[in-house]
């Protein structure tokens, strides 16, 4: 298979390197020579010499995306993504097939896969599929993360704000703020000085693997990571800024702390009370090295603003009142951060109501802040107009199984599709209270994937039916019970003489008036194709001999009157053929026929044509 270069430089694929790949071919030489183009932009490359490998390796591996071949051993390129589709139907799947292969481009449609390129390979398409797969993957990533992070910290700071100041409150928050980063460990520190004036660093409270560790204000465990005072970190931390990253983005003087507590990345972020530096959060993932976003930080800083509201002062009554006006804040930061998500988020009860919404949402649904509108009321009711919720919905599924999920829907008085996910939420004690829905519209890509159904089934010239499609039809009316069935041939007389004479924009005014006319010969729910550079073919469904005959004979009645032309003048004129079957496995013959009939119709013509020249 020969592979058609590419230009420019690999900084445009960043995208690429935040996926993993799975690529099969059975061609040794193009598997390597694609292989040495994608291992270094991409994540991880896994690669296989036949269907039934890349399918092992996909359940082994499990991933981001599917880059497969059609044909090959054990099993077929179509066969692997119709597995991986019933397995994983998010996975994207991008098929790799030769220019012909009409049959495939419409499994592949039907299959509903990502993309479908052709022999010979252009790697700058490849690379173009690729890097819109990886930015909706990323997108996808982003929202889920989105409703993570928002689910975890609402439920901290409002767990906050209707609790008494107590150790049970702190506790949960400590916990939320854990699971809302994915963090395995997470330790609550405190500043303070010692005797002598210098400042020390003592441990408070931590949770390891959802599990409390050490309880606030109840001592150190002898087992219990110590960490020494670090001028840098109480210099960042008391600016309002956060610490984070892998163990390899830490100074070396510092990686032997990290390396004592067994911690491959850590976030530090600090917690004030009363514009003082009281401590910090110390968030661990104890198994990889790996970078902290923006939104995981941003989140847990926020949800810290509300842990500092309580630290030193838990069992003082007359501070509560304090505390909870610093809470307030804190919530009022959250919905700060709440609304600047441009997607549609809503926190939603066990009962379908709606008990927080962003600004994007409100917009959309035309909900306001205050008056009549303002009363939220089910979710089903906005978004749908509906007295229930609808079939499929994905908050009915989540009550269900207490799982997260994801679907797309179009939204009709919105005139959008959107894409959804719904993450659970907890409490304490672990109960179903809701859920987080975050809808991202996808109208766009929507629009663009039925262009390409669109482009793969028609001519771009005449829009009618293309090649592809027609022989796709004929295959599925072959196995079917439709009958009888007609085929009309049509060649378009003139065509290479108007090219030879006039130029080809001239020919194909003339191709796309001969399109116009089948129009008007044919009804509505016949199949017309332009099946080649001057041949059309038009399947027409339970149409007899008889029938068959009175469109024949019209179809020449209105080619005889010589009354349709091109926008340049020039006559329609086709030789026609036709053929009836009443066995649907028979249709080819019927084909075959009506080709035979257009070609002695043509044959016929030049002669009496020629006779006419003669007379004349």
């Known amino acids: 298979m020969a592979v058609h270069p590419i230009t420019g430089d690999s900084s445009s694929l960043v995208e690429l390197r935040e996926i993993s790949i799975l690529f099969a071919e059975d061609d ?14 991409c994540g991880e490359l896994y690669t296989a010499e036949n269907g039934r490998v890349a399918l092992d390796l996909f359940r082994k591996k499990m991933p981001d995306l599917v880059l497969t071949d059609i ?14 589709k019933l397995e994983r139907p998010a996975v994207p799947v991008i098929i790799i097939s030769s220019h012909d292969d ?27 599929n690729l890097q819109q797969q990886a930015m909706l993957l990323r997108a996808r990533r982003l929202a889920s993360q989105q409703s993570r992070l928002l689910s975890g910290v609402n439920m901290a700071i409002q767990y906050l704000l209707s609790a008494d100041a107590n150790q049970d409150a702190v506790d949960f928050a400590l916990q939320e703020m854990a699971k809302a980063a994915r963090a395995d460990k997470i330790f609550l520190y405190h500043y303070q000085n010692a005797v002598l ?56 003087e510092e990686r032997h702390i990290l390396d004592t507590m067994r911690v491959r990345s850590m976030l530090l972020t600090p917690i004030f009370e009363e514009g003082n530096l009281w401590g910090f959060a110390c968030l661990c993932d104890m198994k990889r090295e790996r970078p902290w976003s923006d939104a995981e930080t941003s989140v847990v800083m926020t949800a810290a603003r ?9 069992k003082l009554e007359e501070e509560r009142l304090e505390a909870r006006k610093s809470l307030e804040l804190a919530n009022t930061q959250w919905r700060e951060t709440f609304d600047t998500i441009p997607d549609m988020v809503m926190v939603l009860d066990t009962s379908h109501q709606i008990v927080h919404i962003n600004k994007a949402a409100r917009e959309r649904l035309n909900i306001g802040e205050s008056g009549p509108q303002s009363l939220i009321g089910p979710c089903f009711q906005h978004v749908h107009g509906a007295s229930h919720p609808l079939q499929g919905c994905p908050h009915s599924a989540l009550l269900k199984d207490h799982q997260p999920h994801e679907t797309e829907v179009h939204i009709p008085h919105m005139n959008s599709y959107f894409h959804i996910t719904v993450n659970p939420t907890f409490d304490g004690d672990g109960n179903l209270v809701g859920a987080v829905h975050v809808a991202r519209d996808v109208t766009k890509r929507r629009e663009m994937e039925d262009r390409l159904r669109y482009l793969s089934t028609h001519d771009e010239m005449t829009k009618l039916y293309n090649r592809a499609f027609f022989e796709a039809e004929i295959e599925q009316l072959e196995k079917g019970r439709v009958a009888p069935l007609s085929v009309v041939i049509a060649d378009l007389d003139g065509l290479k003489e108007a090219n030879d004479r006039f130029g080809h924009d001239v020919g194909d005014g003339l191709i796309r008036a001969a399109a116009d006319l089948l129009r008007e010969i044919f009804r509505a729910g016949d199949a017309i194709a332009r099946i080649g550079g001057d041949e059309f073919a038009v399947i027409l469904k339970g149409v007899g001999e008889e029938l068959l005959a009175t469109i024949m004979e019209r179809a020449r009645q209105m080619l005889e009157e010589g009354g349709h032309q091109s926008e340049h003048g020039l006559k329609v004129r086709f030789s026609l053929g036709s053929a009836t079957t009443g066995f649907p496995a028979r249709l080819q013959d019927a084909i075959r026929e009506a080709d035979m009939a257009m070609y002695e119709d043509k044959k016929a013509r030049k002669l009496k044509e020629n006779e006419l020249s003669e007379f004349a």
Do not use: C
Not at 71 to 84: E, F, K, N, S, V
Not at 217 to 237: F, H, K, N, T, V
């Open 102 to 128: 009409s049959e495939h481009l419409l499994q592949a449609i039907n299959l509903h896969l990502d993309g479908y390129l052709t022999k010979p390979l252009n790697v700058q398409k490849l690379f173009a």
């Open 71 to 84: 044909t090959m051993p054990a099993m077929t390129g179509l066969d692997l993504a119709r597995q991986i």
């Open 28 to 41: 040794t030489s193009v598997r390597t020579h694609i292989s040495r183009m994608l291992t270094p932009v």
């Open 306 to 314: 509300g842990l500092g509201s309580f630290m030193g002062r838990l």
């Open 197 to 252: 004036g210098d400042r020390e660093v003592s441990l408070i409270s931590g949770f390891a693997g959802g599990e409390m560790v050490l309880r606030f204000l109840d001592g150190a465990e002898p087992d219990m990571p110590e960490l020494p005072y670090l001028e840098r970190w109480y210099g960042l931390l008391s600016q309002g800024k956060s610490i984070s990253g892998p163990r390899s983005a830490f100074p070396s």
